[in-house]
């Protein structure tokens, strides 16, 4: 019978394990719990070289002592359905009632002495750094990243992430210091116009200078001498947002800073201070500045599908869009990072509504019926209507979001290989819960050029124009770009369309009982939906 043999390491002991091709799963776990001389409840983790975590199972990829896996021991005893009282037990005490109460006390200290003393920073300090501290322990990515397929009973967590999502508080405080110390430099005359162009190359800029751009872009606009913002409550807020974007392919810091990018340019472009007030602009540019705030790099179809915390939270209502919006006023609720603080009640209350507005049409779900308002609006669109610059407003973040084919090509290219490992990502985490695999996402049914063409045809174009019926000046600058895309997508398709004949043909030549299949192409719908940003 034939037999397979596995290298791996455990507490830095080489060990390695054989076992018959078809034996049953279980034995492969005995086999593995047995080298690690663990208990009959402890929980087994295996990572290949990558560090992903791989099933333990029969099907195993076969490996070479160069190419050890990594076994652990993660947990001992652990009932995975009850993480949440488990994490308290294993505490010692619960961190999350801690720190609602916390937030209470702090609440009633505000409203009694207007300020919050400096105790209360102190503790909350405390509290976000011993959750950090917990949420980047490898360790202890047992809270909820393990997950024991053999049953099929399991119950996803919405957790699984945590392990690598979030940046560290070194990486934080490094860039932090960084920004700070770069902060008080004068950007160049040439590097201020050019970040007002959609042709602005964001792989240039490390997360530091992206702060200092940032903070360009609110000087520019004269929003700190407009709405009286501090410098340094400014820079609070950006490390902020910096710290609140996550480690994952695609929805992170840098698609933060070219959404923001684009906004700014266009309202440059389209010279929109003549014709919009400053608050509806600063409610443009923060909106875009948070409009992702803490993805966690699956969309809302795999939080609905999932029942994710998000999903239950809001109600399988453009869950992250949502929870975009909140994390966004969680950090303005932050004395020392509200840039709206000089503010009048009013003015944050408008402000306040416009950022929800924008923020939520972003869930790409809702793109038809934004657009649809937005054609019927064209031919009596006035600026000094209200309900007329709100439809207008959620557009312009639309076409921002969505704007990377707007990009010369050696900048925009990047991110489609970014997006694409996020989507992979997701489809794969799909497939291994069982759950329903979004079809764009898929690995086995999309290609780079076929995921963009019917996304630029049936999405970007119909938007973009609309837009640029409004501002002819656009045409060049976003939609000649758009269709330049369109046309290297096209070809690379077909190229692509004409190896697999070849490669079918030499098939046939080579091994004609053998052959399979065609591939199946994608579902006409699968890549032309719109993709959630
Ligand atoms: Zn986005």
Redesign the pocket.
């Known amino acids: 019978m034939a037999t397979k043999i596995i290298y791996f390491t455990v507490n830095g002991r080489p060990e390695q394990a054989e076992f018959p091709v078809d034996c049953p799963s279980q034995d492969v776990k005995d086999l593995f719990r047995a080298a690690a001389e663990a208990g009959p409840h402890d929980i087994l983790k295996l990572y290949n070289t990558k560090g992903n975590i791989i099933n333990i199972s029969p099907q195993l990829a076969p490996n070479s002592p160069h190419s050890c896996y990594k076994l652990e021991v993660v947990a001992a005893d652990c009932n995975s359905e009850l993480l949440g009282s488990d994490l308290i037990i294993a505490l010692g005490f619960d961190l999350s009632s801690m720190e609602k109460r916390l937030q209470s006390l702090e609440k009633r200290i505000l409203t009694e002495a207007a300020e919050t003393p400096a105790i209360v920073y102190e503790m909350k300090r405390q509290v976000e750094s011993f959750r950090e501290k917990l949420e980047s322990v490898e360790h202890l990515s047992w809270l909820g990243l393990y997950k024991d397929m053999s049953d099929g009973t399991h119950k996803p967590s919405p957790f699984y992430h945590k392990r690598t999502l979030r940046k560290t508080r070194e990486e934080c405080e490094h860039v932090k210091e960084k920004f700070l110390q770069m902060s008080s430099l004068e950007v160049s005359l040439e590097v201020r116009q050019y970040l007002k162009t959609p042709t602005f190359d964001n792989w240039q800029w490390e997360d530091a200078e992206i702060m200092v751009l940032l903070q360009v872009m609110y000087t520019d606009l004269d929003f700190i001498s407009t709405f009286n913002i501090e410098l340094d409550v400014l820079q609070q807020f950006l490390y902020e947002l910096y710290r609140r974007y996550n480690n994952i392919p695609f ?1 992170n810091f840098k ?1 933060c800073f070219c ?1 923001t990018q684009m906004m700014y340019g266009l309202i440059w472009l389209t010279d929109l201070r003549s014709k919009m007030d400053s608050i509806d602009l600063l409610i443009m540019l923060t909106s875009a500045v948070c ?2 705030l803490d993805h966690t790099g699956y969309n809302n179809a795999y939080q609905i599908n999932a029942r994710t915390e998000l999903a239950l939270r809001y109600n399988d209502i453009s869950p992250l869009e949502n929870h975009h919006c909140a994390v966004a006023f969680e950090i303005l609720e932050k004395t020392e990072s509200n840039i709206f603080r000089n503010l009048s009640t009013e003015q944050f209350k408008r402000i306040r509504e416009g950022i929800i507005k924008c923020i939520l049409a ?1 869930d790409m779900t809702r793109h038809t019926e934004i657009l649809n308002k937005f054609k019927a609006l064209l031919p009596v669109f006035n600026f000094s209507n209200k309900d007329h610059r709100d439809v207008l407003m959620m557009i312009m973040i639309k076409v921002s ?1 969505i704007s990377n084919e707007a990009r010369p090509m050696d900048v925009a290219e990047p991110w489609l290989d970014c997006l694409l490992q996020e989507f992979f990502n997701q489809s794969d985490m799909e497939k291994l819960e069982g759950l329903p695999v979004t079809p764009f996402m898929d690995r086995d049914k999309v290609t780079k050029p076929s995921s963009q063409t019917g996304f630029i045809r049936f999405v970007l174009f119909p938007l973009f124009t609309e837009l640029a019926n409004l501002f002819p000046c656009l045409e060049q600058h976003i939609i000649d770009p758009v269709r330049k895309a369109l046309d290297y997508y096209t070809e690379m398709e077909k190229a692509l369309e004409r190896e697999k004949q070849n490669w079918a043909q030499s098939e046939k030549m080579v091994k004609p009982s053998t052959l399979k299949e065609p591939e199946a192409r994608p579902e006409p719908g699968g890549t032309t939906k719109p993709v959630s ?1």
């Open positions: 929805h698609h959404v409009h992702d972003t979001d940003l």
